[in-house]
């Protein structure tokens, strides 16, 4: 079953501190990960894209990390701020069996950023 | 510039009530649109998806159904709402097979 594992579920850090988030996944064949954040009430925001070839991209105080291998992407946020607080969703796109490209969505860390 | 549009933000309805929700899509032409829904705590669940306009597709039996009435427009409908409705629903449009763009959300709150 194709699966997106996503940990801690919540984090509660302070300002200006670094943190991690993870992503596990069980989807095959792969074919590109996401990450999404997601303020209180408002729709999913991408942050980053990672292909199968890709290893770290960033944006800005975020950079993602991609191990295909281990089937592991990570996400770590640099210097938080208060405005970091949200949930940050991992998302997989991978092939179906049926040719189409399918989406399995992770159920998400809350981070809480405090003064 | 292609953007997402969905209204209303937040929404309070009695149960038994009916339900309707819209997503517009500009910017673009022949869009792939979805609805799904977010229950606290848990992920996005897919409700609908729309590849053209009458081409509904249902991925989890409920009380909920979807129409595509025209290109751009994607519509959430109840008939009766059930308590069970309430949740966080998300309109998103799919550019390409990388994935989503979203809309800013709605808040059903049944009661």
């Known amino acids: 079953k194709n699966q997106v594992e996503q940990s801690p579920q919540s984090l509660i850090i302070l300002e200006g501190k670094n943190c991690t988030l993870q992503c596990n996944y069980t989807v095959s064949p792969f074919s590109n990960l996401r990450w999404y954040k997601q303020d209180t009430g408002r729709g999913p925001v991408s942050l980053t894209i990672?292909?199968?070839?890709?290893n770290t991209k960033s944006n800005g105080r975020y950079t993602a990390t991609l191990d295909a291998d281990t089937k592991q992407s990570s996400l770590h946020i640099t210097a938080s701020q208060l405005s970091d607080s949200a949930s940050y969703i991992c998302?997989?796109?991978?092939?179906?069996?049926?040719?189409?490209?399918?989406?399995?969505f992770g159920k998400g860390t809350k981070l809480s950023v405090i003064p | 510039s292609q953007t997402i549009h969905q209204w209303p933000a937040t929404l309070v309805q009695p149960v038994g009530s009916p339900l309707s929700l819209e997503c517009t899509v500009e910017g673009t032409s022949n869009p792939n649109l979805y609805w799904y829904r977010q229950a606290a705590g848990r992920g996005l669940q897919l409700l609908f998806y729309s590849v053209g306009i009458g081409q509904i597709s249902s991925e989890v039996p409920q009380n909920l159904s979807a129409s595509r009435p025209q290109d751009r427009q994607f519509i959430l409908s109840s008939k009766k709402l059930l308590l069970s409705d309430s949740g966080f629903y998300l309109c998103?449009?799919?550019?390409?097979?990388?994935?989503?763009?979203f809309g800013s959300g709605t808040r059903l709150t049944v009661v």
């Open positions: 990672m292909t199968f070839s890709e």
């Open positions: 998302v997989v796109n991978y092939l179906s069996g049926a040719g189409s490209y399918q989406l399995t």
């Open positions: 998103a449009w799919r550019p390409d097979e990388a994935g989503y763009t």
